[in-house]
Structures are given as structure tokens and as C-alpha cells.
């Protein structure tokens, strides 16, 4: 479980998180859906401990992210908005390295990349160098090293940004599976239709506060639109920067 | 500490299957000895041929004005020829070497007494003319030495009054002492070393990190930053020993295998125990390498501002050493306290065959390693913060 409480975040003049507050709940998929530059990112950021809150905290499975980032840190898998590959390693061997940072080895480690390989069907390519590599080949890999761990809370930014019509279906498909297995997933997005798809719960970010929290029956009903798209359009206040 | 290994270890063999590291390598081991070695067979040759054992070959013009001279200098092994029309423009173009030109008013001036006019046009910035030019010099003015001193006698003076002060010269220069020029660059040289053969290293695994976008999800590990900084500095150090050891067995290999002697007239040694103590007081200035280039690519955005700013790394932090090619100072124990430098004093007297005080050693080795302590801990610090991932220093 995440809770994300109040937090602020600037870079020098910029602020960019101003007060972003909601829960994700285990055994669900959240989404935080708001226009490009809303404070998306810096709230993931700031849960992955990547960033120090200015105010506010955040809380995953109960540790606070500044006072108990390695508890954080091994709780959950992130794929942030970077996911860059070691393109002289095999994906196989990226993904080791990362277990064998979450402490895994031996047979464990060996047994859970091939059950990887098999669950985000990487067989083709899993002992091969991830230079070049197609998007869709290195976001898998990257997700798998993201799990390698099997952390209770998952983090994606923009997990389908760059993939083809196959890829998203797979990546959604794949989401779905995590969270039929009780996991904690929290994912970022800027396409309506993504969110409205795949989410339990969703919060709508503009603008750095949260404009919108709720299940999509929900948003529907405190809006007043019978169609999604226009409750976003009506909780955001304006229809910039969403794209379809 | 496990993660620490862990972050070395595969850093490690990143590298090793990184072309550009391992080439990096090799070339610049093979690199710096050839340097050398190249300077001995070029620059040897033309400084040590002795020039007494040539006639010298002089263009003269006017030599009918001075029969006395030209007998003089023919005497001295000179070989007279005749001066090309313009002395100035042969001596420029370095046709000459030096062009002696008297004067129609010499014989007038030596009949009365007077000093006799003469010019000499030379080219004071070519290096291999001088010791030519400084041949004529010493003939013509032993000449006049000669004459001056004949008159003085014909004048019933004695020519010892003219000498204040008697100097007596003593060159206790040996051939080997010589040969230091040579040897004296060596300590600059294995500075470059030391720092070039882990930079590739350090580079990759940090600004790389960045530049791959590989740097973000690698800090979402339960891993502590002083982990990964200790782990990816330690990934740099054998890589930098490999290339040092590289180097000084090349240079071990080349001064058997070139006849170092055929080319500097002298024999000129470089025995395997003094290549292995130099190597053992690198030690610490490898780490201090790694430290410092960890520090500094903390700030770098890409692989090629990182790839800038450490590759100037060792010309500034070798600058006092490269002055010792040029004025070799003996070695003191406050020198001792100032790390890189202390070392490079080392070096330069276990090449000269002299031996060095345990006390320096330890000395400078101690401090090198503090300042490697204390610049590790800033690394640490910078990694730290979270500037770090956008690198906006």
C-alpha cells in the first residue's frame, strides 16, 4: 500500500509538486493521469526516494520514504521515465545484477529470471546483448528487473510510452496480472483512455494538486458527464495538454 | 559490503566487453613508452654526436682581409667555405648553421691596435645549431684572447692582469647523469598512466549511467550511495593497475631490446627492481586517481563532458612533475606531504639509482591516502543528492 501525504516539491522557482495526496491499495491498479508537466513524474519520484519531499511524505507499506528509504526500496519495483539497459550485458544478466542488488542468489535468483522470461515471454532474447534492442524488447526487460525482487508495490511511469498496438496490449495485460495477484500497482499516464481501461482508482494531477481522486464511476458522478473524457476535461478545468 | 562487490563485479565485466575501455588500455600503455623510447633514438642522436671530431664546415666572406684567422681556424679543424651571397637568408632558411663575415675594415683596424670587425650570423632558436655557433664563438674569441694577450707582452705588460679571478671548472656530470633527461619526463609520464587507465571506467559507470538513462533505475535498489560510489571506483582500479603494469614492462622490455647505448653514446638502465618499487609507490595514487575522477565525473551531464574534463585531469595534477623533467629537485620531507608530487620526486631518484628513505615512502604514501579518504567522502556526499541523477551541479 502506498499513501502519499500532502507532498511538496520544487526546483528553484518551479514548483512542481504542490500538494499531491492519495492512497493506492493493494490488490488494485491506480492511475495518475494528468496533462504532460502536471508533477506525474516528481510524485513517483519522491515514492521511489529518488527525491527528498520539500513538505509532506509519502508511505509505502507503512515506511516513510526519508526516514526508511532501504524499507521503501525493497517493497516495491519502479520503472521509472529513464530505463536505460547495460547494452553490453544480455538481458539475462541485467536482470541478475539487479536481484543480486535485492540480496537474491543461487538457484532463487536463476529460477525467478527464467519465470520472468516466460511471463514477459523474453525467451527469444533473454541471453542475447541489449543493444539494440527494440522498444518493446527493453521494456520488458526492464519491468522483469523491476520485479526480479517480487516487490508488493509497483511503480510505472508511462509503462506504454513508445510501444506498438501488441506491446500495450501485452503491458496491459500484464498489469492486470499483477494486480489479480494482490499487488499494489500505481501507474502514471497522460492517455485518458489507458487510464480509463485499465484503473481502479484514478487520480487526475494538474498542474501540481490533485484536481480528482475517485473510481471512474465516481469522477463521472462528482463531475456531472456521463463520458470520461469530458469529466477529466471538466476536473482539470481546461482541456489543455490532454491528449487522447 | 556484498553489494559493494556486487557493483564492482559487474561493472567489471561491463568494461572488460567494452571495446573503448580495453583499447584505451592498450593503447595508451604501448603509447608513452614509444614516446620515450622515440626520443632517445631521435633526440640522442643529435645531442650527443660530439661535435669535436667533425671539421666544421664555416662559410666565410672576406677571409683575404685576415689571412691570420682563417690559418687559425683552419688549424682548429675548420673546413673554410665559401659564404652564399646572402648570409642572413641562409642562416633564416637553416642552409647554415653560422656564416662568419670580415669585415673590408679588419686589416686597417688590427694594424692600429684597434679590435678588428667581424660578424657572425647565427640562429639562437636552432637548437641543433648550437653547438656550431658556440664552436665559432669559442675559436673566435680564443683568437683574440691570443692576440690581445701578444700585444699586452709586446707592450711589456703581463697578460695576468687582465684575470681577476681564476676559474677553474670541474663537470662532474656523468654519462648517466646525462641520460636523466631522458628519464627525468618518466615521472610525468606515469601520472598520465595512472590516471588514463581507469578513466574509461569511471567514465561509464557514471556519466554513462546517465547518459543511458541507466542511472535512475539502478538508485531504486535497496543499495546505499556510498555502496555503489565505493563499488564503481574500486570496478576503475584494475584497470588502472593492468595498464601500469603494462607500462612499465613495456618499458622494461623496450630498454633490453633497443641499444639504448648505440644512441646516447652511454649505457642507460632501468632494472626490473626499480620498475617494481615504482609501481608498489603508485599504489596509492592509483586510488587517489579513482577518488578524484569519481569526484568530478559527479558533475559531468555525458560521456564526452566527462571524457573532457577528467581527460585534463592528470595534465593538472601531473603540471609539478612535468617541471621536474626539466629542473630535477632533490627530495625533502615536506615534499613528501603533498601527494603526487612527493611521489613523482620518488620516482626520479629510484631512476637515478638513489635510494629512498623508508620515511619518505610511508609519508607520502600516508597522505596520499588521507586525501583519497577525504575526497572518497565528498564523492560520497555529491552522489548523495539528488542533483545527482539530473547532474545540475
Not at chain 1, 62 to 83: E, K, S, T, W
Not at chain 2, 3 to 22: A, G, P, Q, S
Not at chain 2, 292 to 310: C, N
Request: charged share 20%; aromatic share 8%.
Amino acid at each position: 500500500m502506498i499513501e502519499v501525504k500532502q507532498i511538496q516539491k520544487s526546483f528553484g522557482k518551479v514548483q512542481a509538486v504542490k500538494d499531491v495526496s492519495f492512497v493506492a491499495q493493494d490488490g488494485q491498479i491506480t492511475g495518475i493521469l494528468g496533462p504532460n508537466g502536471a508533477g506525474k513524474t516528481t510524485t513517483l519520484r519522491v515514492i521511489y526516494t529518488v527525491l527528498n519531499p520539500d513538505g509532506g511524505s509519502a508511505l509505502v507499506d507503512g515506511f516513510d520514504v526519508r526516514r526508511d528509504p532501504q524499507q521503501v526500496l525493497r517493497r516495491i519495483g519502479a520503472l521509472p521515465d529513464a530505463h536505460g539497459l547495460y547494452p553490453r550485458l544480455t538481458a539475462r544478466e541485467n536482470i541478475r545484477y539487479y536481484g543480486e542488488l535485492h540480496g537474491m542468489s543461487g538457484k532463487a535468483l536463476e529460477d525467478r529470471i527464467q519465470s520472468l522470461a516466460e511471463l514477459l515471454d523474453m525467451g527469444e532474447f533473454i541471453d542475447r546483448r541489449t543493444d539494440g534492442f527494440s522498444n518493446g524488447q527493453r521494456v520488458k526487460v526492464s519491468i522483469g528487473r523491476a520485479l526480479v525482487h517480487d516487490p508488493q508495490n509497483v511503480l510505472l511511469d508511462e509503462p506504454t510510452n513508445g510501444l506498438d498496438v501488441m506491446s500495450t496490449r501485452a503491458m496491459r495485460e500484464f498489469i492486470r496480472s499483477l494486480r489479480d495477484q494482490g499487488k499494489c500497482v500505481l501507474f502514471s499516464s497522460h492517455i485518458m483512455q489507458e487510464v480509463s481501461a485499465l484503473c481502479d482508482r484514478i487520480v487526475v494531477i494538474s498542474g501540481g494538486v490533485v484536481a480528482a481522486n475517485g473510481t471512474p464511476d465516481e469522477l463521472r458522478k462528482a463531475t456531472g458527464k456521463e463520458n470520461l473524457e469530458d469529466a477529466f476535461v471538466a476536473a482539470i478545468g481546461s482541456e489543455e495538454g490532454l491528449t487522447k | 559490503m556484498k553489494r559493494v562487490w556486487i557493483v564492482f563485479k559487474k561493472e567489471v565485466l561491463d568494461n572488460l566487453r567494452d571495446r573503448r575501455t580495453l583499447s584505451s588500455t592498450i593503447i595508451s600503455a604501448f603509447f608513452t613508452p614509444a614516446l620515450l623510447l622515440g626520443l632517445i633514438v631521435v633526440l640522442g642522436r643529435t645531442l650527443n654526436v660530439n661535435p669535436d671530431e667533425k671539421a666544421l664546415r664555416l662559410p666565410v666572406s672576406g677571409g683575404e682581409y685576415a689571412p691570420g684567422l682563417i690559418d687559425f681556424l683552419e688549424q682548429n679543424n675548420v673546413e673554410i667555405v665559401a659564404a652564399p651571397a646572402d648570409p642572413a637568408a641562409a642562416v633564416k632558411e637553416g642552409n647554415e648553421e653560422v656564416v662568419l663575415i670580415i669585415d673590408p675594415g679588419y686589416p686597417e683596424a688590427f694594424l692600429a691596435g684597434e679590435p678588428a670587425p667581424v660578424e657572425i650570423y647565427l640562429d639562437n632558436s636552432r637548437q641543433s645549431s648550437s653547438a656550431s655557433i658556440q664552436r665559432v664563438r669559442g675559436l673566435l674569441q680564443q683568437d683574440s684572447g691570443m692576440l690581445g694577450m701578444l700585444r699586452l707582452q709586446a707592450r711589456g705588460i703581463s697578460p695576468s692582469l687582465l684575470s681577476a679571478i681564476s676559474v677553474g671548472v670541474r663537470d662532474v656530470a656523468t654519462p648517466e647523469s646525462q641520460a636523466l633527461i631522458f628519464l627525468n619526463m618518466m615521472p610525468f609520464l606515469i601520472t598520465l598512466n595512472l590516471f588514463a587507465g581507469g578513466m574509461n571506467v569511471i567514465i561509464d559507470a557514471t556519466a554513462g549511467e546517465r547518459e543511458r538513462g541507466s542511472l535512475e533505475p539502478l538508485f531504486i535498489n535497496p543499495v546505499k550511495r556510498w555502496e555503489f560510489v565505493i563499488g564503481k571506483m574500486s570496478a576503475s582500479l584494475p584497470f588502472a593497475f593492468v595498464t601500469l603494469g603494462l607500462v612499465l614492462l613495456i618499458f622494461y622490455i623496450g630498454f633490453q631490446i633497443i641499444p639504448v647505448e648505440e644512441y646516447i653514446g652511454f649505457s642507460m638502465s632501468l632494472d626490473g627492481r626499480s620498475l617494481f618499487n615504482i609501481f608498489l609507490l603508485c599504489i596509492p595514487e592509483v586510488l587517489l586517481a579513482g577518488a578524484l575522477q569519481m569526484l568530478v565525473a559527479s558533475f559531468t551531464r555525458s560521456f564526452k563532458e566527462a571524457q573532457t574534463y577528467l581527460g585534463f585531469l592528470p595534465l593538472i595534477i601531473g603540471l609539478p612533475s612535468m617541471f621536474l623533467t626539466f629542473m630535477p629537485v632533490k627530495s625533502q620531507m615536506i615534499n613528501m606531504l603533498v601527494p603526487t608530487y612527493g611521489q613523482s620526486l620518488l620516482f626520479n631518484q629510484i631512476l637515478r639509482g638513489e635510494s629512498v628513505p623508508v620515511e619518505y615512502w610511508v609519508t607520502v604514501s600516508l597522505t596520499t591516502l588521507a586525501l583519497t579518504v577525504v575526497l572518497t567522502v565528498v564523492a560520497i556526499y555529491l552522489y548523495k543528492r539528488e542533483q545527482v541523477l539530473f547532474a545540475k551541479a
